[in-house]
Structures are given as structure tokens and as C-alpha cells.
């Protein structure tokens, strides 16, 4: 659907008049328009810094190097003598950061390696470092932190310093997106070190343009470290509610990263279904999600076809809202089988036969589910339901080599929001850091991540995909 406020605020008139009464003027995102690429970063500028004690510099600049990008470094910054030592250590060169109207391009990205924070004074480092250069980021730009989880963490210090950059990145999410920047955090355990390079190029790349002031705390890899360009070449694929809006979305990304699709729909989609699934070469099933022999099916159709299943993306979910005083039962019943139930019956038939070793699954989530919406109890309940599923699950595939995780999308552009009255659809756009609904390729996008195995660091997550809605956590 189309943005008219936003095409609106960039017309010259209304970029004019936005800016003589103070009209807030959404960005225009730059989004990802091909597969992933071996070197997303190539010639782009990106500028890394670091605290004292820093461990992560090393695996940070052979990440952002492989990924092409021109290093730049604050020479008079305290946290410098890590950087220079892995820079040394493995030949890659840096540039200074140029001096603000030097005529060089601006900064694409600005990363900070915190796992050296050992003390809330010493968070005085992140903002010597960062404070300055903000002005200095290029529209569209990113900002990315990293640090050691403040679980793993003995000494309170530490730990106190390390929980601090939660409340940090979330405040720059805020200040930031208003030229299209983003900002999130990247917590990583000890043992997960080289998994940061998948991560780092899905972060700084178009691929996560609607995701703002993020926490992700990764695992232990359960697999050898995969380079995120090929990774899912010939895997295979169920996506539920793949007929249309987010799930055709993800059908088609997943079929552009060389997965093999199966969609899945209720029967009365089949014709929407064999639609989308041609364009993309894929194989539709008509089937209700909530039917008793769903998993079943399931894999004797795989089975038959494919062998197995790698991905399973529980798309499909419906919403029947109602205050609860005035909610009728069957509108209850409906919204927890199909959005919730029926995933873990599903997971449950394939677990025992349809999914492949190593197979991993994303479930649709919401921000309903965290901060909740009046009318929605039925519909909170079960995208709440859906996070704590996804984290009770993470060792059942951990131990099969394979992983679970959530997206969580915020107003996304879809049918179902473009029937909502003016008001509320409005007022669902503007609230989030970047000023406007994301669209389905934008949730697409974390779940093809996901689904990779190159983010086998990434295990009973759940990632929000909403622009930093300003509403929950």
C-alpha cells in the first residue's frame, strides 16, 4: 500500500512546507533489491572503534574486510591499540576518519567492539568514540555494537556496564532513524566469536533496513562457520500463508537465495497459492494448518518429493478481534489453534519425520504479543505464546544441529492494515523510530537470515521487525 504522507513530505512542495511547520519527514529506506553478495560492503566506508581490552576487533576486521568495506579508525581514540594490533596482525589496512567537509564520502556504518567494558566508567569510551562521528554517518547508514552478554559475565562491573549498552542502543535507535539509520547490538558469548561475520552482513546491508534498536544475543555455533551468500542453495522449504502478503514475501525471498519452496495455504487460497508459487518455480499445498493430519500430510508430501524438510516458516495466522468482554468463544478458539496450536502440532508430527537434520524454524511473532493492543487478547496471547515456544524449543533443535527462532514484525504494509481506518493506520505508521510501516519484504528478510544456516549462532531468538516501535521492549 501506498505511503502517501511519506511521498508526500519528499514532493518539493511538501518538503517545503513540512520544513516551514515543523512536519516530520519520514526517510526513504533503501532496502535490498538482489541476493546476498560476497562483499556487500564493497568500497563503502565503514568506521570502527573499540574499548580497552576489546576481543572481538580481531574477528570484527576480518569480517568487514572480507565483506569489502574501506576501514576507517579515530586515531586519538582511546580503545585504538586493539584495533591497530589485529589490523596488523592480519595486513588489512585502515584510513583515518576523514575531517568533517573534507569533500571524502561519508561514513556507511560505525562499529564499536564493547566486549572490553569492564566498568560503567568505562562506558565514557563509547561515547568519546561515537559521540563526535554521529553527524558523520551517511543517510541509510548503520551503527552496530558489539559486546559479551551480560549473562556470561562474572564480575558486576562488567555485567553492569554490558546491560547498560541495552538502554544505550535503544535511545540512539530513537535519535538516529530520522535520515534512515539504524542502530542495534550484537551480544556475543564467548565461543561465538568468528559468528559474526553472517551477522555483521546482514546488520550493515540493506537486508535489515526496518530493524532499529535491537538486542541480539548469540549462541555457541552449532556447525562450523557458512558464508551467508550460497548457504541455501537447494535447501527446501515449507512456508505457511504463503498465498499472499508476508508469506508470499518469503517464498519469493527464500526462492531467490536458491531454496527450493513449498507454500502452504487453506484450500480457499489454492488459487492465490498456485499464483505465487509459480512465479517462483515452487510447489503449492493446499491444506489447512489446523487439520488433525496436517503434519502428516506434510511429510508424505515432502517425503515423496523432496526427501525432507530444512526450513519451516509458521507464517499463517488470522486475527478475530474483539474486547475480550465482547469476544465470542469460537473467536478465541480460532485465533489460538491457527496462530498458535498449530505450529506446535506441526513441529511436533515433524520432529518425528519430515525434518531433516540441522533443519531450522521461524515462527511469526509479533509486537502484539510484547506490547500488547487492546482488542487483542486472543491475538497477544498467542504472539507471546509463540516467543516463549520458540525459547523452550531452542535445545530440542540445538541437539539435532538445527535451530527455532521468531520474527516479530511491528505495522507492516499488508492488506490487513490497509483496511484499518485512517486514524489508527496512521498513527501504527508513525510510531517507530524510522517514521513509517515496514513493508513485507522487510520481515522476509530476517526470516530468510534466519533460516540460513550461517546464523547457526542464532537459536530461540525472537528479532522485532518494526522500525523500533516505541511501544514494548
Partial sequence: MNDRYLEFTHSSFGKSLAAMIGLPTPPRLKRADGPWESQPLDGKPVLVGSSRGAT??????????????????????????????????????????????AGEPRNHAVVFDASGLSSPAQLRELYDFVQPVLRGIAANGRILLLSRAPESLQDVAAKTAST?????????????????????????????????????????TPHS???????????????????????????????????????????ETLAREGVKVIGMDHPSAEGGLGETMAKIGGVGLALDVTAPDAASRIAAEVGKNFGGLDIVVHNAGITRDKMLRNMPAHFWDMVLNINLGAIL????????????????????????????????????????????????????????????????????ETAMTAAMPFGPREVGRRINSLSQGGL??????????????????????????????????
Fill in 345 to 412: 502440532k506441526i513441529n511436533e508430527g515433524l520432529l518425528k519425520e519430515g525434518f531433516r537434520d540441522g533443519a531450522r524454524v521461524v515462527c511469526i511473532s509479533s509486537i502484539g504479543g510484547i506490547g500488547g493492543n487492546a482488542g487483542q487478547t486472543n491475538y497477544g496471547a498467542t504472539k507471546a505464546g509463540v516467543i516463549g515456544y520458540v525459547d523452550a524449543m531452542a535445545s530440542t533443535f540445538a541437539r539435532r544441529g538445527g535451530a527455532i527462532n521468531a520474527v516479530a514484525p511491528g505495522f507492516i
Fill in 440 to 473: 513485507p519484504q522487510d520481515i522476509a528478510e530476517a526470516v530468510t537470515f534466519f533460516a540460513s544456516p550461517a546464523a547457526s549462532a542464532v537459536n530461540g531468538r525472537t528479532l522485532r521487525v518494526c522500525g523500533q516501535n516505541f511501544f514494548g521492549q
Fill in 209 to 251: 533496513a526496518y530493524i532499529s534498536g535491537q538486542v541480539l544475543p548469540l549462541a555457541a555455533p552449532q556447525t562450523r562457520g557458512v558464508a551467508l551468500p550460497g548457504s541455501l542453495e537447494g535447501k527446501i522449504a515449507l512456508v505457511t500463508g504463503a498465498a499472499r502478503g508476508i508469506g508470499a514475501s518469503i517464498a
Fill in 56 to 101: 572481538l576487533v580481531g574477528p570484527l576486521l576480518s569480517a568487514l574486510s572480507g565483506a569489502g568495506a574501506t576501514l576507517r579508525i579515530v586515531p586519538e581514540h582511546s580503545g585504538l591499540a586493539p584495533l591497530k594490533e589485529a589490523a596488523a596482525a592480519q595486513r588489512v589496512t585502515v584510513h583515518g576518519n576523514p575531517a568533517e567537509g
Fill in 164 to 204: 547498560a549498552l541495552r538502554g544505550f542502543i535503544r535511545s540512539l535507535g530513537k535519535e538516529v532513524g530520522k535520515n534512515g539509520t539504524t542502530a542495534n547490538l550484537i551480544e556475543v558469548p564467548t565461543g561465538a566469536d568468528e559468528a559474526i561475520d553472517p551477522v555483521l552482513r546482514f546488520f550493515l
